[in-house]
């Protein structure tokens, strides 16, 4: 099971009732944020969930909206008492940007390792995750993300029984590991099933449309997306900011095929993404506005 919120859906600037975006995940005792603007930590903190926990962040890019909450939040981690090392994932420069935030949150106890993203796709597997960055189309350098969790064929006892497997090496083989005892090796296909379908979630903000994003989407069973205008005379505008408007992602969403839509990244205009969603809709069915603090359990498909 894949543990999503989005802690925030509001792009430029914090307003009273909407946080600036970001999402946040759990999985197997691990925490991934996506992106950390002024008042992450705030909406971590009303959510409920673990600052200790959170051992990889993603930054879509260096607008401030996007980054500036980070020297706070590696402090609330800080005092979590957390000592294991914590890993940023970001564009090229982020080294640069992230020492420098990090002048007024220097002292930590725990190891910051960078990685800097210079391809246009990069994967990177850790704690379960198989999180794929992937370059749009911005003012800026900047990426969308999507975050993966492998699943492995199911565990056969009769053909690890009809084997001789020793039970102490069923587990093992279960986690994908060889096993050597004296002259015989164990592998993980003699007792595993085929792959079973895993989770995936595909998370974009300040992006024009791109076919990119389509091509990460494919296969995700939540698409997270922009949806900083809805008004219709504002397409020109969001074209000239490097935006997308609700109906523009409602349209990614839909040539992707996915399974449902969250809105998000709205701009400090829109008094009520509600207002647009009849027209949204009629693009994709299943298209959500998001907001702040709004969950989800995405569940393998023999758990649900």
């Known amino acids: 099971m894949l543990d999503i919120c989005l802690l925030g859906t509001g792009g430029m600037m914090p307003l009273p009732k909407r946080w600036l975006t970001s999402l946040m995940t759990r999985f197997g005792g691990s925490n991934l944020l996506i ?4 008042g992450t930590q705030i909406a971590i903190n009303k959510k409920g969930w673990s600052f200790k926990a959170i051992d990889t962040i993603c930054i879509t890019h260096f607008h401030a909206d996007h980054i500036s909450g980070l020297p706070g939040l ?12 914590l890993l940023i994932i970001g564009p090229k420069g982020l080294e640069r940007v992230v020492k420098g935030l990090r002048v007024i949150a220097s002292e930590l106890p725990f190891e910051v390792q960078l990685c800097e993203i210079t391809e246009n796709t990069r994967v990177i597997e850790r704690k379960g995750y198989v999180i794929t960055a992937f370059r749009v189309k911005h003012s800026m350098t900047c990426l969308g993300y999507s975050i993966g969790i492998r699943r492995g064929g199911k565990f056969d006892v009769e053909r690890a029984k009809a084997a001789g497997i020793p039970l102490k090496f069923w587990n093992p083989l279960q986690k994908g590991n060889t096993v050597t005892d004296g002259d015989r090796t164990y592998t993980p296909d003699m007792v595993l099933g085929d792959v079973r379908k895993g989770l995936k979630v595909t998370y974009v903000t300040d992006s024009r449309p791109v076919k990119e994003i389509v091509d990460a989407a494919v296969g995700s ?7 900083m205008y809805g ?11 490097k935006h997308m408007t609700m109906q523009e992602a409602a349209k990614l969403a839909y040539v992707a095929g996915v399974p449902e839509l969250w809105l998000t990244h709205y701009s400090p205009s829109m008094v009520n993404p509600e207002w647009y969603m009849k027209e949204v809709k009629e ?3 299943n298209a959500k506005a998001g907001k702040d603090g709004m969950s989800a359990e995405l569940k393998f498909e023999d758990e649900e």
């Open 35 to 38: 992106d950390c603007g002024e």
């Open 74 to 85: 590696l402090l609330a981690i800080a005092n979590s008492d957390r000592t294991e090392p």
């Open 221 to 227: 069973d939540l698409f997270i997306c922009e949806g």
């Open 231 to 241: 008004e219709a005379d504002k397409a020109e505008t969001a074209a000239g900011k």
């Open 283 to 285: 693009i994709f069915p």
